[in-house]
Antibody, heavy 122, light 110 residues
Framework: EVQLLESGGGLVQPGGSLRLSCAAS????????MTWVRQAPGKGLEWVSA????????YYADSLKGRFTLSRDNSKNTLYLQMNSLRVEDTAVYYC???????????????WGQGTLVTVSS | HSVLTQPPSASGTPGQRVTISCSGS????????VYWYQQLPGTAPILLIY???QRPSGVPDRFSGSKSGTSASLAISGLRSEDEGDYYC???????????FGGGTKLTVL
């Protein structure tokens, strides 16, 4: 059974940084791309970033403008999202999801974690 | 303002058939697969339809997807109260080099 467990969320001040982690189990982690999708309170889903199974290709939403960095450690079956220069509008539940392919350029997210809440506020 | 356009709401009575539309462009739906996600209240999204019209194992055949040109649709037949929730379409966008979601459609079972 695929399991995705996010951690690292919390309260941070505007301009601060946070690193989210997603621990994966139940599948061969390196064979699949991974992605983050966020959802602001009361709003819809917004794609954030994706990384290929090998980790050599990453994609980001234009709105992030270089503030976020996605990486993975296939030896630890863990996905990371480093978030810098956080803004109030980054407040959201951040979901980690498994892509059904090794390539990251697809909207095919076949398993989702339960999410971790990031609150950016002074 | 979402790249993919969905109606904000849809409704039906138990047993009815409802459809939810998703409109895009040539850089996304027109040339890429469409995916549909269901998000029930207070829960994480789940994959409902992949590659335009395929159902993952465990998804009832009451749910079906279709695509034509730069638009896609999700149909739900035999509507049940437990279908109440939000539905999102998604696709890769070649112009943006990223995944785009629709704004979501809130389904109410009357």
């Amino acid at each position: 059974e695929v399991q995705l467990l996010e951690s690292g969320g919390g309260l941070v001040q505007p301009g601060g940084s946070l690193r989210l982690s997603c621990a994966a189990s139940g599948f061969t982690f390196s064979n699949y791309a991974m992605t983050w999708v966020r959802q602001a309170p009361g709003k819809g889903l917004e794609w954030v970033s994706a990384i290929s199974g090998s980790g050599d290709t990453t994609y980001y939403a234009d709105s992030l403008k270089g503030r976020f960095t996605l990486s993975r450690d296939n030896s630890k079956n863990t996905l990371y999202l480093q978030m810098n220069s956080l803004r109030v509008e980054d407040t959201a539940v951040y979901y980690c999801a498994k892509v059904a392919l090794a390539a990251a350029d697809a909207g095919w997210f076949d398993s989702w974690g339960q999410g971790t809440l990031v609150t950016v506020s002074s | 303002h979402s790249v993919l356009t969905q109606p904000p709401s849809a409704s039906g009575t138990p047993g009815q058939r409802v459809t939810i539309s998703c409109s895009g462009s040539s850089s996304n739906i027109g040339s890429k697969y469409v995916y549909w996600y269901q998000q029930l209240p207070g829960t994480a999204p789940i994959l409902l339809i992949y590659r335009n019209n395929q159902r993952p194992s465990g998804v009832p055949d009451r749910f079906s997807g279709s695509k034509s040109g730069t638009s896609a649709s999700l149909a739900i037949s035999g509507l049940r109260s437990e279908d109440e929730g939000d539905y999102y379409c998604a696709a890769w966008d070649d112009s943006l080099s990223g995944v785009v979601f629709g704004g979501g459609t809130k389904l109410t079972v009357l």
